[in-house]
């Protein structure tokens, strides 16, 4: 029994702590077989330790065993690889433990519940369970419906954040100006997507909560949000506690700006790279049939 879970970009910008998007860069995950030959874990895979957010989340869940990982999201850069992996601990666990060989909405919302508790927030980890654009409260999700199907560039930088020194940054009490601001935007962000008025989506992702501190800490990651911008993104913002920076665009837009965000970058000293990525619209997924033993 493998799972596969996709990446996610959380916040989009004024959403935080409550969107997130499913993102087409995965972790795959599975249960070590011992009586297998050779080493339990496929080809390119590795074992996870106990300490490992996915083995925590697969003992939390009732699970049995040790789990391998085969995995292409980048820990430490914003794009939920701890959320990712504690969904895939959570639906191998769920698997095992009920002979399920694929997720209904009940077994969703299990995994929601157990892996938001985890993680401190549901943004990322609901994006990696339903897939597509998600908000999040008060332990539900909604799906965002979508009018378009766009191309999301992101530059990764070669630098790692931590996400609990960004938070630690963040300030106290937000005024209640900026309070309104975001709302404004988080509500003509989710219309923008839902009608597909792109010429919106530059005004929606506007922020006053956390990336005005986070981004004047990185101001590479500043300037390769201007330079998507400049290069014809519908807009761009900070993949949850940065230092990734994501843009949505038209698929034909999207090599081009990538090569802006990856020159304004190497330009700043900053490094990393880029990548074009799509919105993933499944969500976690199980492939083989697990049979319990006797």
């Known amino acids: 029994m493998i799972v ?17 998007l499913a993102l087409s860069m995965y972790a795959e995950l599975g249960i070590v077989q011992p009586e297998s030959t050779g080493s339990g874990v496929p080809e390119g895979a590795r074992r996870c330790d106990v300490h490992h957010p996915a083995s925590v989340a697969f003992d939390h869940g009732g699970g049995t065993g040790i789990l391998w990982e085969r995995c292409s999201i980048p820990a430490g850069r914003g794009l939920g690889f701890s959320g990712a992996v504690r969904v895939g601990g959570a639906v191998l666990a769920i698997a095992q433990r009920h002979g399920v060989a694929a997720l209904d909405d009940v077994h969703r919302h299990h995994v929601l ?3 938001s508790e985890l993680e401190g927030h549901a943004d ?5 369970i339903f897939g597509g654009v998600v ?7 909604v799906q965002v419906p979508l009018a ?8 990764i930088p070669s630098f ?20 309104v601001f975001n709302v404004g935007r988080v509500a003509m962000l989710v219309g923008a997507l839902a009608s597909g008025d792109v010429g919106a989506l530059r005004v929606a992702t506007d922020d006053r909560l ?7 800490a990185s101001p590479a990651c500043a300037a390769a949000i201007g330079a998507a911008i400049t290069a014809g ?11 990734t920076v994501a843009a949505l665009c038209a698929v034909a837009d999207a090599d081009h700006i990538a090569a802006a965000m990856a020159a304004v970058a190497v330009d700043g000293g900053a490094g990393g790279h880029t990548k074009v990525l799509r919105i993933d619209h499944e969500g976690a997924s199980l492939e083989g049939p697990y049979t319990p033993s006797a």
């Open 4 to 20: 596969r879970v996709p990446a996610s970009s959380a916040n989009l910008g004024p959403g935080f702590d409550t969107l997130g």
């Open 113 to 115: 519940a157990l892996t």
């Open 124 to 128: 990322n980890v609901a994006a990696s």
């Open 135 to 141: 908000a999040t409260a008060a332990g539900r999700v």
């Open 148 to 155: 378009i199907d766009p191309a999301i560039v992101v530059w």
């Open 160 to 179: 790692v954040t931590k996400t609990d020194e960004s938070r630690r940054s963040l300030g106290g009490p937000v005024p209640f100006e900026d309070a």
């Open 210 to 216: 956390h990336q005005p501190a986070r981004l004047a």
């Open 233 to 243: 993104a519908w807009c761009a913002w900070l993949s949850g506690s940065g230092p």
